[in-house]
């Protein structure tokens, strides 16, 4: 079945660091691929979405690639900020199925 | 504004007394679904609505009941709730769309069960 692996949290990294969590995927077909964040004491927002192998989603300074030859859809961030401090899970979706498939979610934590 | 509600927001009740959390939308979504939170377990679905009267099982639907009598509403029931349902509970619905089917989350309903 379908499943989505996500690098071990908590990430702790200091303001204006570059950030990675690496989300890897198995799935049947071809998944639409996403980034939801949660904020302490709310619910899931999507952060970025990519539909297609070698699309780019983008939002908030955070960017991820699909990439269907690693079967790969890392976060990436260029300089983090304590506002930053959350939950993030990857996901995927296929046409197939009826539901979001979530990883574990990585908790990331910024400090001054 | 567009949202998903749910209620109540923070639950503590008893082995086998039953109880509902509501969801509600006001987006006119085809598709509803809940998810239970466990930590390291991520989100896991308990059931969905493809529309009104139809539902599905997820992948954790023992214990837990739905029904979908109206669009906007999608109830969640626990008829008689052990203290292995305690967990952080989500609703989410979507526009269903077979390409991306982004969903939108409520704030959540953090139960235990005593």
């Known amino acids: 079945g379908d499943s989505v692996t996500q690098m071990e949290g908590p990430v702790t990294l200091s303001e204006e660091a570059f950030l990675t969590i690496n989300c890897t995927y198995t799935?049947?077909?071809?998944?639409?691929l996403f980034w939801y964040v949660q904020y302490p004491g709310e619910g899931l927002q999507l952060l970025l979405k990519a539909t297609k192998a070698d699309d780019k989603g983008s939002n908030k300074g955070f960017e991820a690639t699909y990439r269907k030859e690693t079967t790969s859809f890392h976060l990436e961030k260029g300089s983090v900020q304590v506002s930053d401090s959350a939950v993030y899970f990857c996901a995927l979706f296929t046409g197939g199925g009826n539901k979001l498939t979530f990883g574990t979610g990585t908790q990331l934590k910024v400090e001054l | 504004e567009a949202q998903v509600t749910q209620n109540p927001r923070y639950l503590i009740t008893v082995t086998g007394k039953k109880l509902t959390v509501t969801c509600s939308q006001n987006?006119?979504?085809?598709?509803m679904s809940w998810y239970r939170q466990d930590p390291g377990l991520g989100l896991r679905q308990i059931y969905y609505s493809m529309n009104v009267e139809v539902t599905d099982k997820g992948d954790v639907p023992e214990g837990y009941k739905v029904s979908r009598k109206e669009k906007r509403n999608f109830p969640l029931i626990l008829e008689s709730p052990s203290p292995n349902q305690t967990s952080l509970y989500f609703c989410?619905?979507?526009?269903?769309?077979?390409?991306?089917?982004?969903?939108?989350f409520g704030p959540g309903t953090r139960l235990t069960v005593l």
């Open positions: 989410a619905s979507s526009p269903w769309d077979r390409v991306n089917n982004e969903q939108f």
């Open positions: 799935a049947t077909g071809y998944p639409s």
């Open positions: 987006m006119n979504h085809e598709y």
